[in-house]
């Protein structure tokens, strides 16, 4: 068994890892792959049929393959495949690919007929799979063996265009991932998208409530596991999301050899109207006129790049629609180019690059974006492309969504996690990975705002990471936007001071005699003593 392993950890990947959506395109596009592969089995039969006997005395044999491959990082990264799989033999009325794929169309025309539903049906995944059995006669056990078996089949064809055929995965997917587990998962089936409620739009949702399901694989495999986040914080829910028992969990601060994080809250603007994405503040024309006036305020006087974040698109558009209205935008566009994330992945990255050339250009550039969103969690804004971040309101998810609420009741059942506690801990860790794509690396420096009262309150505060909440000090948790601004043209003019690499040694860097030195060794033994 290897030793150790190093995880960067977020929960909602872990979900979304085994968590699956079809909606009635996906069907259509599977059908369409369907008979593609029935195509390439007739090709492959009259010019070479030894592969598929080949392949089918495989499955007689089992997933060795599979088996073996279990030793590498190959399949660690799906645990869709329990160990007991892969000591099975394939059932025999999927071993050959004819009957295969005979197969995955029955299934796929069933799905067809479940998301004929006029209202939401809501079920578990053992009541899931005794409709199926009893309506067309397909067993648990073919559909754990999809994924592998639709795998040996693809490898066997010898396919090039194998992302054309993801619906097919998908489906695959689906069906092993029902057949196996039937705890910590909750199957649901909505007539209709919540954002369009009068069009016709059905979706089977297959989602998973326990994160510790996909994380177990890597506990069960390596003998130590370090996970570490700059936003792993508060520490004490993580042992009861992924459902172990640390040896030890330790937060450290910043080492730095000059503050270079200015985090502050504002919570009102200059007419003392308190500023909050609260539902019932959110069409409130003051808030609004508020919001705008503090983005105008500091695009005037914070150099470069300024990245804004909102707790949704629907927010974010209603906002700059608002905006555009008043005016705001215009007084925003004399300071610096203005770009806007939006659903669309194509758009955004146009977005980002035009963003970045204006900040390098010198024309400096605002960012709006959205928590949760790509620009959020996979993009860094180092240096000059990120001066500042503000964080308009609490990134809380959407609370009327029936998945949400599966899972907060199975985290309320199983692991005693109250709702509001996790619903607070989930908005503030994404705030905090909101306002650290501004800080990469301790010859940087950023201003992070909180633009909402209610991070002033200490359950809130108390849920930022420690390198934030250092920087934090009663000073500034209640600010309004003229005091905002005074705070960050004293810290833009401490950072405009000279600062070379000399200046961080001893403190934010460290020559080799130094963390040689007696004194050095003294100090990692003590911080050792303490974990």
Not at 338 to 366: M, P, W
Not at 430 to 440: E, I, K, T
Request: net charge neutral; charged share 25%.
């Amino acid at each position: 068994m290897p030793e150790w392993c190093y995880c960067i950890y977020l929960d909602n990947v872990c979900i979304d890892s085994l968590s699956v959506n079809i909606t009635r395109r996906t069907l259509e596009r599977c059908q369409t792959n369907i008979e593609t592969l029935q195509s390439e089995i007739g090709k492959i039969k009259e010019k070479d049929a030894n592969r598929l006997r080949r392949e089918y005395q495989r499955l007689v044999e089992g997933l060795r393959e599979a088996s073996v491959a279990r030793e590498t990082d190959v399949h660690l990264a799906n645990p869709v495949l329990p160990d007991e799989i892969l000591e099975e033999a394939v059932p025999g009325n999927i071993r050959n690919a004819e009957h295969f794929i005979g197969f995955m169309k029955r299934f796929s025309e069933y799905l067809k007929t479940r998301l004929r539903v006029q209202h939401v049906v809501s079920e578990s995944p053992p009541s899931f799979l005794k409709d199926v059995s009893s309506k067309v006669c397909i067993e648990r056990k073919p559909l754990r063996f999809c994924v592998e078996r639709l795998h040996s089949l693809l490898r066997t064809l010898e396919l090039s265009e194998i992302q054309d055929l993801s619906p097919i995965c998908l489906v695959a997917n689906f069906a092993t991932l029902v057949s196996t587990y039937t705890k910590g998962f909750s199957l649901i089936i909505e007539p209709f998208d919540d954002r369009t409620p009068t069009i016709p739009n059905p979706v089977l949702h297959f989602s998973c409530m326990d994160a510790s399901i996909a994380i177990k694989p890597v506990f069960d495999r390596f003998q130590s596991v370090v996970i570490t986040s700059g936003t792993l914080s508060p520490l004490d829910m993580y042992p009861k999301i992924l459902d172990f028992r640390p040896v030890t969990m330790a937060s450290f601060t910043m080492s730095l050899a000059r503050n270079c994080i200015c985090p502050m809250v504002v919570g009102r603007g200059n007419d003392q109207v308190a500023i909050t994405s609260k539902f019932e503040s959110r069409e409130d024309m003051a808030v609004i006129r508020n919001y705008g006036h503090l983005l105008v305020e500091m695009s005037n006087i914070v150099p470069d790049g300024i990245v804004c974040f909102f707790p949704s698109y629907v927010y974010m558009e209603f906002i700059v629609a608002s905006w555009y209205e008043q005016g705001i935008i215009d007084n925003i566009q004399k300071n610096k180019l203005l770009f806007i994330e939006t659903q669309d992945a194509a758009e955004t990255s146009v977005a980002l690059h035009n963003y970045q050339k204006a900040c390098e250009n010198g024309r400096g550039a605002i960012l709006l974006s959205v928590a949760r969103g790509k620009v959020s969690e996979g993009i860094d804004f180092d240096h000059h492309l990120g001066r500042a971040v503000i964080m308009f309101g609490i990134p809380y998810v959407y609370t009327q969504s029936r998945i949400l609420k599966a899972r907060l009741e199975y985290l309320r059942d199983q692991y005693q996690i109250r709702e509001n506690d996790f619903l607070t801990f989930d908005a503030m860790r994404h705030a905090a990975q909101c306002v650290g794509r501004a800080m990469r690396g301790k010859t940087d420096y950023g201003i992070m705002i909180f633009a909402d009262k209610r991070f002033s309150r200490a359950d809130k505060r108390g849920k930022l990471p420690k390198w934030i909440q250092e920087h934090l000090m009663d000073s500034v948790i209640n600010l309004a936007t003229d005091e905002a601004l005074h705070v960050a043209k004293k810290f833009l003019r401490q950072m405009a001071q000279p600062f070379r690499r000399e200046d961080q040694l001893g403190l934010s860097l460290l020559t080799l005699d130094q963390l040689e030195s007696e004194e050095m060794q003294k100090r990692i033994e003590q911080t050792a003593h303490q974990m």
